[in-house]
């Protein structure tokens, strides 16, 4: 379940704030995130290209609150300016976090070595954060769920990567024909690589197992849908809120010559599935 960004935090106690983007809220993130203390907070700015934890979804893997920027409105601003902006909104400001390619203002022009000039309390620089010597990005993060690679994706997220969506109705078939599935419309998230994955699905705050399979319906009516099944329960719902955790990619999306051939690969995958977490 998303946690609520907190709105009861008073801005003239926080000492300390983290700047970035923070799309993914990743290893590398959470290393800044370290840094900020007590009273420290986040300062996210929004470019609107976040497709890893868009908006507030972000709040759900900090317990420290964040304010949000939309760069549309600051991105003109010159670096002193930049910097009274945040002093005037957070008025005991004394420490500011940023990562090793920070950059700011207008045309990004500012960087490390200006905010440190124009800003008159610390400024604690993260060094690049690496795993398997590959640096951390969230880029590269992207990368790796595009291609379906998920197991590396998540050692870099340091969590599984999840998203959110809202269950609609779907063919009609799953039930009749195949498997039970409940069929989802996703906005916001970056998708995996069309295919079938072990995933973790949640409904009202409880954990189910599942099958997620993602992708154009090829042997049937070759439209687009997301599609996950609960491993032993049978589980209907309509227009409420879902949310998904890719674990492992099972395999491509392909087209099966019959009905017959998709049910018994389709058997497959949930059993491939029950061996993991059975």
Known sequence: MMKSSSTLV???????????????????????????????????????????????????????PIYYYILENIKKL????????????????????IGFDFCFGKNRKYCIDELKKIFDGEVVVISEIKFDNYPIHSRHIREFIKDGNIQKANKFLGKEYKIYGVAIKGQGLGKSDFVPTINLRIDDFLLPKDGVYITKTYIDNIEYNSVTFIGNRKTTDNSFAIETHILNKDIHFENINISIKFIEKIRDNKKFNDFIELKNQILEDINYAKKYFY
Do not use: W
């Open 10 to 64: 008073n801005k003239n106690t926080i000492d300390t704030i983290a700047i970035g983007g923070f799309d993914g809220m990743h290893i590398a993130h959470q290393e800044l995130f370290k840094n900020l203390g007590k009273n420290g907070a986040i300062v996210c700015i929004e470019t609107g290209y976040a497709n890893l934890t868009p908006k507030s979804y972000r709040q759900e893997y900090t317990n420290y």
């Open 78 to 97: 010159e670096g002193i300016e930049f910097v009274k902006l945040l002093k005037e909104e957070f008025t005991s400001l004394k420490k500011i976090v």
